[in-house]
């Protein structure tokens, strides 16, 4: 551990918080961390990088000690169970957080010999971005733990998994990642729900509820001139248990028509003809502002028509009210 005297060098932290459910809650940890360091990158749901490498002189104390402000802060007004990994990179700051039961401050100190005994025995799956297939080539080469990883030559793992990706699987087994911390909060989203009266099987009334879901989605996303990169489809069953399938759009857009067809492509992925429905979630991801969002000409005479029609829509709305127009077949049970 570094006494308060050893500020220099980079420190990164990666903070989880257990056990968080609400967006909101999330967005005001992240404000929190930004007392302490304008640094901090959001990694949603529940996860955040900050660099406090400038911020330790201010509050004079150690990496360690300022973590434990943050914990401190953190379970005092959000009742929240916190860890924290500290370390000179976000990927050795996420491994050590990961070291260990949950709630606690745990840091790796920048020294060449303390990060390679601590990668040595650890799976080549714990090196963040080395997903199960990957891990299993590497293993098939006997390549099963970051210590014979980092002692195999660069061309090795080059031969095995290509130039680049070898590169970096190299760099990675000796603890070096030189991804900064991009100060960033999480990507906006819009929310809609339907729940219904009764626990529904009944594909038509499924698909009526899809569709009002995302008529309203379209009329929030074009009063706010956003447009949704993605949408995420969250099915709650008469156990309480939920499915969530996410699917991006081949273009941005808040114009409901491809907002419905998306959506009823997910739901019919899931294949719940005998599934007991209890509600519907529809989520917009990575909103954008419309201006930005570019709109592929079909030159189709019926699309044209269906955005004007949209657009007299959205403006009765707009002066009689939300529920003066509807999509046909749309429910009225809604949250």
């Known amino acids: 551990m570094r006494s308060k005297e050893e500020t220099h060098g980079v420190q990164i932290m990666y903070i989880h918080f257990h056990d968080l459910a609400d967006e909101q809650i999330y967005r005001h940890l992240l404000s929190l961390l930004a007392e302490f360091t304008?640094?901090?990158?959001?990694?949603?749901p529940d996860a955040a990088l900050a660099d406090v490498s400038g911020s330790l002189r201010y509050f004079g104390t150690d990496a360690p000690g300022l973590a434990e402000r943050i914990r401190v802060r953190t379970g005092g007004l959000y009742g929240l169970r916190s860890t924290v990994g500290i370390a000179a990179n976000p990927m050795l700051a996420r491994m050590v957080a990961a070291?260990?039961?949950?709630?606690?401050?745990?840091?790796?100190?920048?020294?060449?010999?303390?990060?390679a005994a601590f990668l040595a025995e650890k799976p080549a799956a714990a090196l963040h971005g080395v997903g199960p297939a990957t891990s299993?080539?590497?293993?098939?080469?006997?390549?099963?733990?970051?210590?014979?990883?980092?002692?195999?030559?660069?061309?090795?793992?080059q031969r095995i998994l290509g130039a680049a990706a070898g590169r970096r699987l190299h760099d990675a087994a000796r603890g070096l990642d030189p991804t900064p911390v991009i100060p960033a909060g999480p990507p906006r989203t819009l929310r809609v729900e339907h729940r219904f009266p009764q626990d529904e099987l009944d594909h038509d009334r499924q698909r009526a509820a899809l569709l009002a879901l995302t008529d309203r989605l379209g009329l929030q996303l074009r009063g706010e001139a956003q447009a949704a990169r993605a949408l995420t489809l969250t099915v709650r069953y008469a156990d309480r248990s939920t499915t969530t399938r996410t699917r991006t759009l081949r273009?941005?857009?808040?114009?409901?028509p491809p907002l419905t067809a998306l959506t009823y492509t997910l739901h019919d992925k899931l294949a719940l003809q005998r599934a007991r429905v209890r509600s519907f979630a529809l989520r917009a991801d990575d909103l954008v502002p419309a201006e930005h969002a570019s709109h592929q000409l079909l030159f189709d005479p019926t699309d044209d028509k269906a955005r004007r029609i949209e657009e007299a829509v959205d403006r009765a709305r707009k002066k009689y009210g939300a529920n003066a127009v509807g999509p046909a077949a749309a429910p009225t049970h809604a949250a």
Not at 136 to 157: V, W
Not at 251 to 256: L, P
């Open 251 to 256: 273009e941005a857009t808040a114009h409901t």
């Open 136 to 157: 299993r080539t590497l293993s098939s080469y006997g390549l099963d733990s970051i210590g014979r990883i980092a002692a195999a030559p660069l061309g090795t793992l």
């Open 99 to 115: 070291d260990g039961p949950p709630s606690a401050v745990r840091t790796l100190p920048d020294d060449l010999g303390e990060v």
């Open 38 to 44: 304008p640094q901090v990158q959001a990694l949603p």
